[in-house]
C-alpha cells in the first residue's frame, strides 16, 4: 500500500516537472524577439511607407536621418487614415560608393582630386622660416 502511494506520488512529481517545463518552453517562444540594433556615432534611419503612404512620406524618399535627428511618426503633415510608416535602420548615414579615389593623392596632406594647374590668383601670403 504504501509503495503504490510513493510510486504515484512520484508519478505525480514527474507529471508536475513536465508540465512546468512546457510551460516555460511556451513563455519562450511567445516573447516578441528583440532586433539588436548596433549603435554608433552615424547610426542612421530611413522612412519605409506604405503603398497609401502621404505625401510627406513620399518626399522623404532616399533620405536618411541620424538616429537622433529623425523626425517622429506619424510624420508632421501626415494626412493618412492609418499611418504605417516605419524606420528602417542602417549602420551608416552614408549611402552608396565612397566618391574618394584608391589612386588619388594619399600623403600627408590627404587631397580630394587632382589639379594639373595652380589656379590661385596672388603669391602665397605665409613667410618662410628660413
Do not use: N
Not at 487614415?81 to 594619399?106: I, L, V
Amino acid at each position: 500500500m504504501q509503495s503504490t502511494l510513493l510510486v504515484m506520488a512520484a508519478a505525480l512529481f514527474v507529471i508536475w516537472l513536465f508540465l512546468r517545463r512546457r510551460a516555460a518552453t511556451r513563455q519562450q517562444q511567445q516573447r516578441p524577439t528583440e532586433t539588436k540594433v548596433e549603435s554608433t556615432a552615424y547610426h542612421a534611419v530611413s522612412i519605409k511607407f506604405g503603398r497609401d503612404a502621404c505625401a510627406a512620406a513620399k518626399a522623404s524618399t532616399g533620405q536618411r536621418f541620424l538616429a537622433r535627428e529623425a523626425p517622429p511618426l506619424p510624420l508632421p503633415g501626415c494626412d493618412a487614415h492609418r499611418c504605417e510608416c516605419h524606420y528602417r535602420h542602417h549602420k551608416d548615414r552614408r549611402s552608396g560608393a565612397d566618391r574618394r579615389s584608391p589612386f588619388g593623392s594619399g600623403g600627408i596632406s590627404s587631397g580630394t582630386g587632382r589639379y594639373d594647374q595652380e589656379r590661385r590668383q596672388r603669391p602665397d601670403r605665409r613667410q618662410d622660416a628660413d
